[in-house]
């Protein structure tokens, strides 16, 4: 059965381990505040390594990895707003590469990552369904409510189905859900180097060159002799985290059983500070470099806010979902002021509600915004606050977002 169909030239609507979701129990919003509108934006589940470097030993990945449960299929069709939708440079780059030992292509959502991703689906059901009774207990309402985009990468929209498979769980339709994605070139879920030369140019050297990133290059000298690594080769500490990962998610220890838990956890710090860097930028470059990698999300993560907070908004779209990745999360963690001191988990995720706060003798409402990432509380703000004023909440990323024509216009800078 074909479950996905291609919408060409639609009009416009507007740790590796699970992530834990019954960990310290929520703070509920104050019965004052109603909920009107609720963003999240998730990190896949987990997938095969992207990159396995020689020095790391062969671990097989069967295609059985590739069996996801049948509870985690549901029939959808992608649509996209252009005329056509190439193939995105990520996925040739993993059919480039070649399969890995036991039939896997790079870079592919396993049934480990399926079923993290439908958890998720049915945290966000219980909290926003049964809970708060925020939507609707129907399919067709669920259907009507819920705005769904991914970007064009096969492990982002089978994780965008599986959690829509959790949300929508127990419900039956005739109507197939919808997952909106982009073609690569228009991408801006995360920093896209292929089509933004002027951040590619602030920030490569942190590609090319990590030792020069402070505390970097002794990290990659503490693992060259556990992990055999001759000089002629560069220890790779991000696809080295990235593989530790990968094995402890599905239980294939091997590059991590030769490496203490603290010695993993430095290679974890040294490839935050990589990603750190070639993401958020250094401090001389931090604003432009952070504004074009992240910049253009935020604008739209905003505007979703803004149209319902001004009451322009005519759609019924009570929740966006936005299934993206690592590199994703990190670039928007920092622009939200989130403070994360680890690698963003498969199915990590941020949730930004925004509440109205209805004023007595005929004034107009307030509104408020309040995060959550990880299901756990996020002061916001610049006074940090767990329900913070819009104004407020809008001035702490006014650096940040951009709007898309300027955004494309500032990409193409050629020089610093």
């Given at each position: 059965?074909?479950?996905?169909?291609?919408?060409?030239?639609?009009?416009?609507?507007?740790?590796?381990?699970?992530?834990?979701?019954?960990?310290?129990?929520?703070?509920?919003?104050?019965?004052?505040?109603?909920?009107?509108?609720?963003?999240?934006?998730?990190?896949?589940?987990?997938r095969t390594p992207l990159h396995i470097p020689s020095y790391i030993p062969t671990v097989r990945y069967d295609e059985s990895l590739l069996e996801h449960a049948s509870k985690t299929v549901i029939p959808y069709e992608l649509v996209t707003f252009s005329?056509?939708?190439?193939?995105?440079?990520?996925?040739?780059?993993?059919?480039?590469?070649?399969?890995?030992?036991?039939?896997?292509l790079p870079g592919q959502l396993t049934h480990v990552g399926a079923d993290q991703m439908y958890q998720l689906g049915l945290y966000l059901k219980k909290r926003y369904l049964e809970d708060e009774r925020f939507l609707s207990s129907s399919y067709s309402g669920l259907l009507n409510e819920?705005?769904?985009?991914?970007?064009?990468?096969?492990?982002?929209?089978?994780?965008?189905?599986?959690?829509?498979?959790?949300?929508?769980?127990?419900?039956?339709?005739?109507?197939?859900?919808?997952?909106?994605?982009?073609?690569?070139?228009?991408?801006?879920?995360?920093?896209?180097?292929?089509?933004?030369?002027?951040?590619?140019?602030?920030?490569?050297?942190?590609?090319?060159?990590?030792?020069?990133?402070?505390?970097?290059?002794?990290?990659?000298?503490?693992?060259?002799?556990?992990?055999?690594?001759?000089?002629?080769?560069?220890?790779?500490?991000?696809?080295?985290?990235?593989?530790?990962?990968?094995?402890?998610?599905?239980?294939?220890?091997?590059?991590?059983?030769?490496?203490?838990?603290?010695?993993?956890?430095?290679?974890?710090?040294?490839?935050?500070?990589?990603?750190?860097?070639?993401?958020?930028?250094?401090?001389?470059?931090?604003?432009?470099?952070?504004?074009?990698?992240?910049?253009?999300?935020?604008?739209?993560?905003?505007?979703?806010?803004?149209?319902?907070?001004?009451?322009?908004?005519?759609?019924?779209?009570?929740?966006?979902?936005?299934?993206?990745?690592?590199?994703?999360?990190?670039?928007?963690?920092?622009?939200?002021?989130?403070?994360?001191?680890?690698?963003?988990?498969?199915?990590?995720?941020?949730?930004?509600?925004?509440?109205?706060?209805?004023?007595?003798?005929?004034?107009?409402?307030?509104?408020?915004?309040?995060?959550?990432?990880?299901?756990?509380?996020?002061?916001?703000?610049?006074?940090?606050?767990?329900?913070?004023?819009?104004?407020?909440?809008?001035?702490?990323?006014?650096?940040?977002?951009?709007?898309?024509?300027?955004?494309?216009?500032?990409?193409?800078?050629?020089?610093?």
């Amino acid at each position: 059965m074909n479950l996905t169909k291609i919408v060409l030239g639609a009009s416009a609507a507007v740790s590796c381990a699970v992530v834990g979701y019954q960990g310290k129990k929520l703070v509920a919003a104050q019965k004052e505040y109603e909920l009107v509108h609720v963003q999240v934006i998730f990190r896949h589940g987990a997938r095969t390594p992207l990159h396995i470097p020689s020095y790391i030993p062969t671990v097989r990945y069967d295609e059985s990895l590739l069996e996801h449960a049948s509870k985690t299929v549901i029939p959808y069709e992608l649509v996209t707003f252009s005329s056509s939708l190439p193939e995105s440079p990520f996925e040739e780059s993993y059919k480039h590469r070649g399969k890995l030992e036991g039939g896997c292509l790079p870079g592919q959502l396993t049934h480990v990552g399926a079923d993290q991703m439908y958890q998720l689906g049915l945290y966000l059901k219980k909290r926003y369904l049964e809970d708060e009774r925020f939507l609707s207990s129907s399919y067709s309402g669920l259907l009507n409510e819920i705005y769904t985009r991914s970007t064009n990468i096969e492990r982002t929209i089978m994780s965008a189905r599986c959690v829509l498979a959790g949300i929508f769980s127990g419900k039956s339709g005739s109507d197939v859900l919808q997952i909106h994605v982009t073609p690569p070139n228009e991408e801006i879920m995360y920093p896209n180097y292929y089509t933004c030369h002027y951040l590619r140019l602030l920030t490569r050297w942190a590609w090319s060159h990590p030792e020069k990133i402070p505390g970097v290059s002794a990290i990659q000298e503490m693992v060259r002799k556990p992990l055999s690594i001759s000089d002629k080769d560069t220890a790779d500490l991000v696809s080295i985290r990235d593989n530790i990962a990968v094995e402890e998610a599905h239980n294939k220890p091997s590059v991590g059983s030769k490496l203490s838990l603290k010695t993993r956890d430095i290679v974890e710090e040294g490839a935050m500070k990589i990603m750190h860097t070639a993401f958020v930028g250094e401090e001389n470059v931090r604003e432009r470099s952070l504004k074009l990698a992240i910049g253009p999300f935020v604008d739209i993560l905003m505007n979703n806010i803004e149209v319902r907070s001004e009451g322009k908004d005519s759609s019924n779209i009570k929740m966006h979902l936005y299934s993206g990745h690592d590199t994703t999360l990190i670039p928007l963690l920092s622009a939200l002021g989130i403070r994360y001191a680890h690698w963003p988990p498969y199915a990590g995720n941020v949730i930004i509600e925004l509440h109205r706060k209805n004023n007595a003798s005929g004034k107009e409402p307030s509104y408020f915004v309040r995060m959550l990432y990880n299901g756990e509380e996020q002061p916001v703000g610049r006074w940090m606050k767990y329900m913070c004023p819009l104004k407020e909440f809008q001035d702490s990323v006014g650096d940040i977002r951009i709007a898309y024509e300027d955004y494309s216009k500032q990409c193409m800078k050629t020089e610093d």
